[in-house]
């Protein structure tokens, strides 16, 4: 069955230094998301990004933070200058679809925790 | 804004226990409702949706009814088994505006001993 995967599984780094966070979306999806979890609560939508561009973003979502789809496969997460506040389980998320009209399944992936130090 | 909010956990149960989590939303617009579960180490999975007031999604022995005049979205299953351990969360998505973002609550974690 195919599936979202995500790397890496942990990632440690120092306040100020940039983090890339990869995540590879099943192949025939055309919608990519990012959501975040810091420990204790809740699971928060960050950008949700569609035909090489972003389709909608969160107000966590700040300069700091960009996406990108540079090839084919990959569906990349930036962090220029992390804070500590920025520790936290970011997913991937993708779909087929992701019109206003019809709900289409969101599928995960088993997230990046994100350290920083 | 929209919110969604559920029960705290953990929840820990005996085999075949009947399991209910609490699940309330606000929303502005016309929600389609949702749980997802997340098993340990791996991502969130769908469990079961409902788009429109009174219904009902169910999958795996699991239930939920979409209950407008409550706001509510309760998960049941009637006898739990231990390989239901996890953690559940209930998400809604309003297609009135956003393009397919999901809102989740905190999650419930749910501990089943046999």
């Known amino acids: 069955e195919p599936e979202v995967t995500q790397t890496p599984s942990h990632q440690v780094t120092q306040m100020g230094q940039e983090v890339i966070l990869r995540c590879v979306p099943i192949?025939?999806?055309?919608?990519f998301y990012w959501y975040r979890q810091i420990l204790g609560q809740k699971v928060e939508f960050l950008v949700s990004?569609?035909?090489?561009?972003?389709?909608?973003k969160s107000e966590i979502f700040d300069d700091q933070f960009s996406v990108e789809r540079p090839d084919g496969s990959n569906f990349t997460l930036k962090i220029r200058s992390t804070k500590l506040e920025d520790s936290a389980m970011y997913f991937c998320?993708?779909?087929?679809?992701?019109?206003?009209?019809?709900?289409?399944?969101?599928?995960f992936g088993p997230g990046t925790r994100l350290t920083v130090t | 804004g929209n919110s969604v909010t559920q029960m705290e956990g953990p929840v820990t149960l005996s085999e075949e226990a009947f399991l209910t989590i609490n699940c309330t939303y606000t929303?502005?617009?016309?929600?389609?409702l949702f749980w997802y579960v997340q098993y340990p180490g791996e991502g969130l999975q769908l469990l079961l949706k409902?788009?429109?007031?009174?219904d009902k999604g169910s999958n795996k022995g699991f239930e939920a009814t979409y209950r407008k005049e409550t706001t509510s979205f309760h998960l049941e299953k009637g006898s739990v088994q231990v390989s239901d351990s996890a953690v559940y969360f209930c998400?809604?998505?309003?297609?009135?505006?956003?393009?397919?973002?999901?809102?989740f609550g905190s999650g419930t974690q749910v501990v089943v001993t046999p």
């Open positions: 998320a993708s779909s087929s679809g992701g019109s206003r009209r019809v709900f289409h399944e969101q599928y």
């Open positions: 998400a809604l998505s309003d297609r009135t505006d956003s393009w397919g973002k999901l809102q």
């Open positions: 409902a788009t429109k007031a009174d």
């Open positions: 990004f569609y035909n090489n561009e972003i389709s909608e």
């Open positions: 192949s025939n999806h055309l919608y």
């Open positions: 929303a502005t617009g016309y929600p389609s």
